[in-house]
């Protein structure tokens, strides 16, 4: 089974996808770590870290479409987990390998910037977070622009019927429902 755990930063995949892992033994990849090696490896694909969720979903969807479906064909475990996948993008796969793919959008459309923003700041992990070591008025623009992500998605998501949990409010449950949403 291919489990693919998307949706907007700091809405908690990394998390689930750790909590997965540790659950099921099935173990997962960042996307971001292959958006990367496109951004420092080659970038005359015009593939980087400084474009939008939805421009590299739209970019990259070529290279990760033909990696899930030579997974999907091996009969891999495993879960791929990042923000680049759109819920159009993701409903041809799921449409052609139904009982193959489990798909899980997550955000957090309904949150208050503020405090998202402090709960950034206290739950940041400090190894590897990149936007935690950024001044305070660009966390906020970046959590500001999320939040709107976080709209675009769940309304894309119920367009596609596509699963999307939203982690604004009550989040350690929200995270426990995206977990409860993938079978085994």
């Known amino acids: 089974m291919l489990y693919i755990l998307t ?6 995949k990394t998390i689930v996808a750790k909590e997965f892992l540790n659950k099921t033994g099935i173990p997962y990849m960042s ?15 015009g593939i980087h870290d400084r474009l939008w969720p939805n ?23 495993f879960v791929l987990e990042g923000e680049a996948f759109l819920p159009h993008l993701i409903r041809e796969l799921l449409d052609n390998n139904p009982d193959k793919v ?8 309904d949150s208050n910037l503020e405090e998202k923003v402090k709960d950034v700041k206290a739950h940041s992990s ?9 001044p305070n008025d660009y966390i906020e623009s970046h959590i500001k622009n999320m939040i709107d992500y976080s709209a675009m998605i769940k309304s894309e998501c119920a367009k596609h019927a596509v699963s999307y949990f939203d982690t604004s409010n009550n ?7 995206v977990l409860n949403s993938f079978t085994v």
């Open 7 to 12: 949706g907007t930063s700091r809405s908690g």
């Open 102 to 109: 489990q798909v899980a959008f997550m955000g957090y459309s």
């Open 55 to 77: 421009e590299i979903a739209e970019k990259i969807w070529p290279f990760l479409k033909a990696m899930c479906e030579n997974m999907i064909w091996q009969e891999v475990d």
């Open 31 to 45: 996307v971001d770590s292959i958006m990367m090696g496109f951004t420092n490896g080659i970038p005359e694909y």
């Open 126 to 134: 400090g190894v590897g977070d990149w936007l935690i070591n950024e």
């Open 171 to 177: 989040f350690e449950s929200s995270i426990h429902d």
